[in-house]
């Protein structure tokens, strides 16, 4: 701006109006007072050399704030082109006024890219509204921003950045100023892949922390769920885990467990966590391990050793061998029972091996004193001794038998029998031979149920007990006591005897003489085993009483201790309440009747036994019976004189256990030369599956020795009649 002249002014004046200034630098000459204007035209000089001043003043002031303008706008036009940020002026028709030069750097990085001229058709169609509502704020308040705006450079290239607008007024000489904008573009692509790296950063994190949250669920899962007991323990041997599976074992729930020492458990693995240094896992093996109430049990444990920043951490895994000690003594047991078993067997096979020949003498015997009896008439005082040597004939067949048992896998033949008949026939036997220092008491329940048994057998098995009771008493006083009572053992008896669950006659027999002990119990069932002196016992009194405990689907339980005396207990299933018994009778033999097979020719019958006295016995017995007997004791000549006359004959009975040529090979030489002859096979070890073969081969009976004479010859009438 150009300072006005007033010299001009002053020059057209009247110079009388105007007095003379005064000198401006020393020495200047005043003019005198009576030079000097008067009036109103030295009033108006003096004005205007006041407004002269105040315009030269304005003027100092116009020159420094044009100055101070040009300066500011040097620093802004600086400040607009050196800025690292895109600015622009921007008109209110979108018309790029002006634009730094980061802004054409940033818009147009190559020559045939799109010039900055507006900057509408940058912004991404999508983000275009915004971009128009925030210059539309900025027009009405001022400023604005538009955050992440895609601007599209090219076709590949595009650019996201805060868009920052300010208003500025663009004076008009005449007319309203107009707006423009001040747009300033801050890049924030940068900015944003940082921030996409650490949201990745972040994402990624979250799902490792999430991986290792499911992890710890998971090993606290597997340790929660564990079989064994895990126990964790810091370097100071205190425990910081502690399992339900250690809660449950150690009978201590985890909140009372945790800090305690590990020596409050288990006093013996302490000792072994001395191997850290050296190892990372031990085998301490099974210990004794302790509960929170003091109970001693036994548990297998292991270790393991970790190191780590913060320390170590010591894991112990504890196993209940509680269930394990049990299926060992169980296992001993079931071994036990099966050496019992095979010794039973051997027992049997040996009795098999022996009953042939003892039946034989047997037989032998039994048939002679029926024939004696025969012979003599009935009132002759030789009666009775023939009826006493049957009788006891008649018992030594029956324990033939009952050793059989041991070998023999068909069940013994149960009848209705009611226990009360039977321990008074025993008691009845007992007390012949029962020494007088002994006290014998025999009792029964009143009301005891029937059951399905052998009744000579079960007469058999008391008889046993109560003798070895007697004798354990070695000519001592003492008393024997015999009950027999209802009973529903409990599951821990049964599990033991391997006796299923139901209704038990339960007979025991107790006695206070000097007890068994732990070995002695452990054989007591051993056929031959016995304490007796040599001469005084078989040892086989025990082992018949278990095999017909077992025979009837029963068990012998036993219970001694040295000093005390000894309690054995038979368990007999109980039959049905409907099932009734008859009244036991001791079996007596009856007179030998002799009657003829009745009218018709004369029957033939062929004996054949590797036993002389046998073979004369029954040829006999027959002949008296009218039967014509051909005896034979080898079985060759036997089928030699058979296939002679084939047809002569009209019944074999052959012995089944013959040296060299069974009753078996015999029955089938003589099905080839005469297939309708009927055959019967006689033995005393007749097992389940030689009665089989027998029937296969066409046998049309089975005679088990020794028999009665009467059900010998009822067998042969039943034959040679056709009625098999």
């Given at each position: 701006m150009t300072?006005?002249d007033?010299s001009?002014?002053?020059?057209?004046s009247d110079p009388?109006?105007?007095?003379?200034?005064?000198?401006?630098w020393?020495g200047q000459?005043?003019r005198?007072?009576?030079d000097r204007?008067?009036?109103?035209?030295?009033?108006?000089?003096a004005?205007?050399?006041?407004?002269q001043?105040?315009?030269e003043?304005q003027?100092?002031?116009?020159?420094y704030s044009?100055a101070?303008?040009?300066s500011?706008?040097e620093?802004?036009?600086?400040?607009?082109?050196?800025v690292?940020?895109?600015?622009m002026?921007?008109d209110?028709?979108d018309i790029v006024?002006q634009?730094?030069?980061?802004a054409?750097?940033?818009?147009?990085p190559g020559?045939?890219?799109r010039?900055?001229t507006?900057?509408?058709?940058?912004?991404d169609p999508a983000?275009a509204?915004?971009?128009?509502?925030?210059f539309?704020?900025?027009?009405?308040?001022?400023?604005a921003e538009?955050?992440?705006?895609?601007?599209r450079i090219g076709?590949?290239t595009?650019i996201t950045?805060?868009?920052?607008i300010?208003?500025?007024?663009?004076?008009?000489?005449?007319?309203?100023?107009?707006?423009?904008?001040?747009?300033?573009?801050v890049?924030q692509?940068p900015?944003l892949?940082e921030?996409?790296a650490?949201?990745?950063?972040?994402w990624a994190l979250?799902?490792?922390?999430?991986?290792l949250?499911?992890?710890?669920?998971?090993?606290?899962a597997v340790?929660?769920?564990?079989?064994?007991?895990i126990?964790c323990?810091?370097?100071?041997?205190?425990i910081t885990?502690f399992?339900?599976?250690?809660a449950?074992?150690?009978q201590c729930?985890a909140g009372d467990?945790l800090g305690?020492p590990?020596?409050?458990?288990?006093?013996k693995a302490a000792?072994?966590?001395?191997?850290?240094?050296?190892?990372?896992?031990?085998?301490?093996?099974e210990?004794?391990?302790?509960?929170a109430?003091?109970?001693?049990?036994?548990?297998e444990?292991s270790?393991?050793?970790e190191?780590?920043a913060?320390?170590?951490?010591?894991?112990v895994?504890?196993r209940d061998?509680?269930?394990r000690?049990?299926?060992?003594e169980?296992?001993?047991?079931l071994e036990?029972q099966l050496?019992e078993?095979?010794?039973?067997q051997?027992?049997?096979?040996?009795a098999?091996?022996?009953?042939?020949?003892f039946?034989?003498?047997l037989?032998a015997i039994?048939g002679n004193?029926e024939l004696?009896?025969a012979d003599?008439?009935?009132?002759s005082p030789?009666?009775?001794s023939l009826?006493?040597i049957?009788?006891?004939?008649?018992r030594?067949?029956?324990l033939?038998?009952?050793?059989?048992t041991f070998s023999?896998n068909?069940?013994?033949?149960?009848?209705?029998?009611?226990?009360?008949?039977?321990?008074?026939?025993t008691e009845?036997l007992?007390?012949?031979?029962?020494p007088?220092?002994?006290?014998?008491?025999?009792?029964?329940?009143?009301?005891?149920p029937?059951m399905?048994?052998?009744a000579?057998?079960?007469?058999q098995?008391?008889l046993?007990l109560c003798t070895?009771?007697?004798?354990?008493?070695g000519?001592?006083?003492?008393?024997?006591?015999?009950?027999a009572?209802v009973?529903?053992?409990e599951?821990?008896?049964?599990?033991r005897l391997a006796l299923p669950?139901?209704?038990?006659?339960?007979?025991?027999?107790r006695?206070?003489?000097p007890g068994m002990?732990?070995?002695?119990?452990a054989r007591v069932?051993e056929?031959?085993?016995?304490?007796?002196?040599v001469?005084q016992?078989t040892?086989l009194?025990?082992?018949?009483?278990?095999?017909v405990?077992r025979a009837?689907?029963?068990a012998v339980?036993v219970r001694s201790?040295p000093?005390?005396?000894?309690c054995?207990?038979?368990?007999?299933p109980a039959?049905d309440?409907d099932?009734?018994?008859?009244?036991?009778m001791a079996?007596?033999?009856?007179p030998?009747?002799?009657e003829?097979?009745?009218e018709?020719p004369q029957?033939h019958?062929?004996?054949v036994d590797d036993?002389q006295?046998?073979?004369f016995l029954?040829?006999?017995?027959l002949r008296?019976?009218?039967y014509?007997?051909s005896g034979?004791t080898?079985?060759?000549?036997?089928?030699?004189?058979?296939a002679?006359?084939?047809?002569t004959?009209d019944?074999?009975v052959?012995d089944?256990?013959?040296p060299g040529f069974?009753?078996?090979?015999?029955?089938?030489?003589?099905?080839?030369?005469?297939?309708?002859?009927?055959?019967a096979?006689?033995?005393?070890?007749?097992?389940?599956d030689?009665e089989?073969a027998?029937?296969?081969?066409?046998?049309?009976?089975l005679v088990?020795?020794?028999n009665?004479?009467e059900e010998l010859?009822?067998t042969?009438q039943?034959?040679?009649r056709?009625d098999?």
């Amino acid at each position: 701006m150009t300072e006005p002249d007033l010299s001009y002014l002053l020059s057209k004046s009247d110079p009388a109006a105007y007095p003379p200034q005064a000198p401006e630098w020393p020495g200047q000459e005043r003019r005198s007072a009576e030079d000097r204007p008067a009036g109103s035209v030295a009033s108006l000089i003096a004005e205007l050399r006041h407004s002269q001043a105040e315009l030269e003043a304005q003027n100092k002031m116009l020159r420094y704030s044009q100055a101070a303008a040009e300066s500011a706008s040097e620093r802004f036009e600086a400040l607009f082109a050196s800025v690292p940020l895109a600015l622009m002026v921007i008109d209110a028709h979108d018309i790029v006024v002006q634009a730094n030069p980061m802004a054409h750097r940033s818009f147009q990085p190559g020559e045939g890219d799109r010039p900055l001229t507006a900057l509408m058709p940058f912004v991404d169609p999508a983000h275009a509204p915004r971009v128009r509502h925030a210059f539309w704020l900025a027009a009405e308040s001022g400023q604005a921003e538009a955050t992440e705006v895609v601007l599209r450079i090219g076709e590949a290239t595009q650019i996201t950045g805060d868009l920052h607008i300010a208003r500025i007024e663009a004076p008009q000489a005449d007319a309203e100023a107009q707006y423009q904008f001040l747009c300033a573009l801050v890049d924030q692509g940068p900015l944003l892949a940082e921030r996409r790296a650490l949201q990745q950063s972040t994402w990624a994190l979250q799902q490792r922390n999430e991986q290792l949250y499911a992890g710890e669920k998971r090993l606290e899962a597997v340790i929660n769920s564990a079989l064994d007991a895990i126990i964790c323990v810091d370097r100071h041997r205190r425990i910081t885990v502690f399992n339900p599976t250690a809660a449950a074992l150690f009978q201590c729930a985890a909140g009372d467990a945790l800090g305690s020492p590990l020596e409050r458990f288990l006093p013996k693995a302490a000792e072994a966590l001395v191997f850290a240094p050296l190892t990372t896992q031990a085998m301490l093996g099974e210990m004794t391990a302790r509960t929170a109430s003091g109970r001693e049990l036994a548990v297998e444990v292991s270790v393991s050793f970790e190191q780590h920043a913060d320390g170590e951490t010591t894991t112990v895994f504890a196993r209940d061998l509680t269930a394990r000690k049990r299926a060992e003594e169980r296992r001993g047991e079931l071994e036990l029972q099966l050496r019992e078993s095979h010794k039973m067997q051997a027992v049997g096979t040996m009795a098999g091996g022996i009953a042939h020949d003892f039946n034989n003498i047997l037989s032998a015997i039994l048939g002679n004193v029926e024939l004696a009896r025969a012979d003599c008439p009935p009132d002759s005082p030789v009666q009775e001794s023939l009826r006493e040597i049957a009788k006891a004939g008649r018992r030594a067949r029956d324990l033939v038998r009952q050793i059989l048992t041991f070998s023999r896998n068909e069940p013994p033949r149960r009848t209705p029998v009611r226990l009360e008949a039977v321990l008074h026939d025993t008691e009845r036997l007992l007390r012949v031979t029962l020494p007088p220092t002994v006290d014998l008491q025999v009792r029964a329940a009143s009301t005891l149920p029937t059951m399905l048994a052998d009744a000579t057998q079960v007469e058999q098995a008391v008889l046993n007990l109560c003798t070895n009771a007697i004798q354990a008493m070695g000519g001592r006083r003492g008393h024997v006591a015999v009950h027999a009572q209802v009973a529903h053992p409990e599951a821990r008896v049964r599990e033991r005897l391997a006796l299923p669950a139901g209704r038990y006659i339960a007979i025991t027999v107790r006695d206070d003489g000097p007890g068994m002990d732990a070995d002695t119990l452990a054989r007591v069932f051993e056929p031959f085993f016995t304490t007796k002196p040599v001469g005084q016992g078989t040892g086989l009194g025990l082992a018949v009483v278990h095999g017909v405990m077992r025979a009837h689907g029963g068990a012998v339980d036993v219970r001694s201790t040295p000093g005390e005396g000894s309690c054995f207990t038979l368990y007999f299933p109980a039959a049905d309440d409907d099932v009734q018994a008859p009244d036991f009778m001791a079996s007596s033999p009856a007179p030998l009747s002799f009657e003829a097979p009745g009218e018709g020719p004369q029957r033939h019958v062929m004996y054949v036994d590797d036993d002389q006295a046998l073979v004369f016995l029954v040829q006999r017995l027959l002949r008296r019976r009218g039967y014509k007997v051909s005896g034979f004791t080898d079985p060759r000549a036997a089928l030699a004189a058979l296939a002679e006359e084939p047809w002569t004959y009209d019944l074999l009975v052959t012995d089944y256990n013959m040296p060299g040529f069974s009753g078996l090979d015999l029955l089938r030489e003589v099905q080839k030369l005469h297939p309708d002859l009927p055959v019967a096979l006689a033995s005393g070890y007749v097992t389940q599956d030689i009665e089989e073969a027998a029937m296969r081969a066409g046998a049309r009976a089975l005679v088990h020795k020794p028999n009665d004479v009467e059900e010998l010859c009822a067998t042969v009438q039943r034959l040679v009649r056709g009625d098999a």
